[in-house]
């Protein structure tokens, strides 16, 4: 009795894990990381994520703070 119920445990585990291996795969496919583009904080060089990042006279910021300072030493 305890074989088929140890058994029973390693096909569930198998069945989980086989699981959990095909769904973190399948997210790299569908969706490639190349949506995210990177750009760079023209007052302090931070790499942020575009879509995040502040756009003033295509130049990219990464807060308001460092897009005022910016314009201010223009
Ligand atoms: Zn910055």
Redesign the pocket.
Known sequence: MRILILLAIGLLLYIIIGNLLRKSKTPSNTAPGSSERMVR??????HIIETEALEDNRQF???HE?LEAHRQSR
């Open positions: 904080c023209e007052h302090c060089g931070l910021f990464c807060s460092h």
